[in-house]
């Protein structure tokens, strides 16, 4: 398998699969670093905002390695990242994001 972006041969264990959050029907492959890049800049935000206080969900990217061998990104509230005592803001939104969408495994 290639790497989309880089188009490095990558074993199969350093493969990512990304379906742009169920934007696509098939997922892409990446290497590591490529999708790190991607989803740090293109995808640092989805859109959403925080139901609580309008700040924007961002990419929490402590633990990006374990998220992706877990295959779900984390966003939360901007102010969440930010704060310095996160527990005070424990009602703001965060959401966890599937890099393939389950159903994709369903067909
Ligand atoms: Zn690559
Ligand atoms: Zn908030």
Redesign the pocket.
């Known amino acids: 398998m290639i790497c989309e972006k880089c188009k490095k041969d990558l074993n199969k264990k350093d493969i990512v699969e990304f379906d742009k959050f169920g934007e696509l029907e098939q997922p892409i492959t990446y290497c590591y670093d490529c999708f790190v890049e991607m989803i740090t800049t293109e995808y640092k935000s989805l859109g959403d905002s925080?139901e609580?206080?309008g700040?924007p969900l961002e990419l929490k990217t402590d633990d990006l390695e374990v998220d992706i061998e877990e295959k779900v990104l984390w966003y939360y509230?901007k102010?969440?990242l930010e704060a310095i005592n996160p527990e005070e803001?424990e009602d703001?939104?965060s959401v966890g994001q599937y890099l393939t969408q389950p159903e994709a495994d369903w067909e």
Do not use: F, L
Request: glycine share 0%; charged share 30%; hydrophobic share 10%.
């Open positions: 925080c609580e206080c700040a509230c102010r969440t803001y703001h939104d």
